[in-house]
């Protein structure tokens, strides 16, 4: 069974920067994709950056593509997601997942509980 968990959320002032952490347990975490998707309130769950199990390939929606960078440490079983420029529409619950790249939520198996950031303008 794999776990992961999100840490490094929090409330941030526009322009500022914040970095997530996801670790994994269970399941070889060098053996699968694993991507990050962000949820607002009373919207729907949106992609926002995946990457392969090498780091070979790598995706970013169009909101964050240059201000978002996703890397993992296999070594340590850990997804990141640094974050710069942060704009209060970046105002979300952020979740990372596994065992995929796309950019659609359902075709990913393992999910986080999820970490708020808020973007304060």
């Known amino acids: 069974q794999v776990q992961l968990k999100e840490s490094g959320g929090g409330l941030v002032q526009a322009g500022g920067s914040l970095r997530l952490s996801c670790a994994a347990s269970?399941?070889?975490?060098?053996?699968?994709?694993t991507g990050w998707f962000r949820q607002a309130p009373g919207k729907e769950r949106e992609f926002v950056a995946a990457?392969?199990?090498?780091?070979?390939?790598?995706t970013y929606a169009d909101s964050v593509k240059g201000r978002f960078t996703i890397s993992r440490d296999n070594a340590k079983n850990t997804l990141y997601l640094q974050m710069n420029s942060l704009k209060p529409e970046d105002t979300a619950v952020y979740y990372c997942?596994?065992?995929?790249?796309?950019?659609?939520?359902?075709?990913?198996?393992?999910w986080g509980q999820g970490t708020q950031v808020t973007v304060s303008s």
């Open positions: 997942a596994g065992r995929s790249i796309s950019t659609v939520a359902a075709a990913y198996d393992y």
């Open positions: 269970g399941r070889t975490f060098s053996s699968y994709a």
């Open positions: 990457i392969t199990w090498s780091g070979g390939t790598i």
